[in-house]
């Protein structure tokens, strides 16, 4: 019997044909990951805070996966309570539609 995190592994390969996959890299997708989250706490990341994510990758690295992400429609910046110095990150509908394919995924894997 295979276990169940094995049959995740086999259905995101059928979801990896996703715009995510076929768009952006593994470090993009970590950067992504990392984005939603932060949002999802209600503490979204800024830009500056991105930048120091050096487990993902150098600052120069990120500041390119940033601009993929923004340029591929995953992200928007955005200046909250009138700060036009901090740029906050938050993730799309697009990223949303990812994610909400993934937990499918995931939901299908456990039945």
């Not at 990341?45 to 994510?53: F, G, Q, R, S, Y």
């Amino acid at each position: 019997m295979k276990s169940t995190f094995i049959r995740f592994l086999h259905l995101k390969e059928v979801l990896s044909g996703h715009q995510v996959e076929a768009e952006i890299d593994l470090t993009a997708q970590k950067l992504l990951e990392v984005v939603s989250l932060r949002h999802a706490d209600g503490k979204p990341l800024t830009v500056t805070e991105a930048m120091e994510l050096q487990n993902i990758a150098s600052p120069a690295t990120l500041h390119r996966k940033l601009s993929t992400l923004l340029e591929l429609g995953y992200v928007s910046f955005e200046f909250e309570s009138g700060n036009r110095r901090t740029k906050y990150i938050h993730p799309s509908a697009k990223t949303d539609a990812y994610f909400e394919a993934l937990g499918q995924v995931l939901q299908q894997s456990l039945t």
